[in-house]
């Protein structure tokens, strides 16, 4: 496999504040990225991306956002549209993380919808999959992420190679349960197949990133995995140290 430079990617979720962000960037910024070895980036609420584009301007680290509008423009009270995020120096944006599919009822055709919206723009959509620890234990691991990536690869075709995968087991989000690195390995494996058969040896390029509890001692037995390429990760972002250690792993 070509040696693909890791992404590891914050998700901050509904988290910071002006003077937080600005006291964690700092931290992060005074630290190594790794930038010979790693891309590194952070998702952070859409009303921060233009105090945290001015704080880290030009210092190597990615500006990404957690959601986006599947409408271009127009009359959806509440939405960010992808050409706004572009506009504050987003070049990642999260879509189907399991908390929207969970909490807002996001379908695979919406997820779908949304990398396509992102990818026209040229904004990479960082695509989240994984199945819950009732699917897990009954047996349907592969049949609920496979389906979920087919949407995607059904709507975006031979886009597929601009985009990023996150296999997230939702059972393992937030909760301090990980995946061993053999679970994720073989999770990442059938995602690596099917973008395979999608794109042919380009799909040998696509990231499969981890999410689901990485932190400073798991992430590099979960990052030498050879189809994991990278990692998204939630609440050890919101530690400088912590996210200092995981981008040193990998
Ligand atoms: C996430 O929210 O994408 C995530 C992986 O969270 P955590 O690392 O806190 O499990």
């Given at each position: 496999?070509?040696?693909l ?10 988290n910071?504040s ?129 389906r979920?990536?087919a ?10 190679t601009e ?20 679970q ?8 690596r ?24 001692s ?8 050879p ?24």
């Open positions: 496999m070509p040696s430079k890791k992404l590891i990617a914050g998700n901050w979720k509904m910071g002006l003077e937080s962000n600005a006291a964690l960037i700092q931290s992060i910024l005074d630290g190594d990225l790794r930038a010979d070895a790693c891309e590194v980036a952070i998702c952070v609420p859409s009303v921060y991306l233009h105090q945290i584009q001015s704080l880290t301007e030009g210092k190597g680290l990615y500006l990404g956002a957690q959601d986006v509008s599947a409408h271009e423009k127009g009359a959806y009270t509440g939405e960010v549209s992808v050409s706004m995020l572009k506009e504050f120096g987003a070049s990642f944006v999260i879509v189907g993380h399991s908390e929207r599919r969970q909490f807002h009822h996001e379908s695979d055709q919406l997820v779908a919808i949304k990398a396509e919206r992102a990818l026209a723009s040229g904004l990479t959509p960082i695509v989240c999959v994984g199945e819950t620890m009732q699917e897990r234990e009954s047996g349907a691991t592969e049949v609920i992420v496979k979920q990536l949407a995607v690869i059904h709507l975006v075709g031979h886009c597929v985009i990023v995968v996150a296999y997230e087991p939702v059972w393992a989000i937030g909760t301090g349960l990980t995946a061993t690195p053999d994720a390995q073989s999770v990442h494996a059938v995602l197949a099917q973008l395979k058969a999608a794109a042919g040896e380009g799909g040998e390029k696509i990231r499969i990133l981890y999410g689901g509890s990485m932190n400073a798991n992430a590099k037995s979960l990052l030498s995995q189809d994991i390429d990278g990692g998204l990760i939630g609440g050890a972002a919101l530690k400088a140290a912590d996210f200092l250690s995981i981008i040193a792993s990998a």
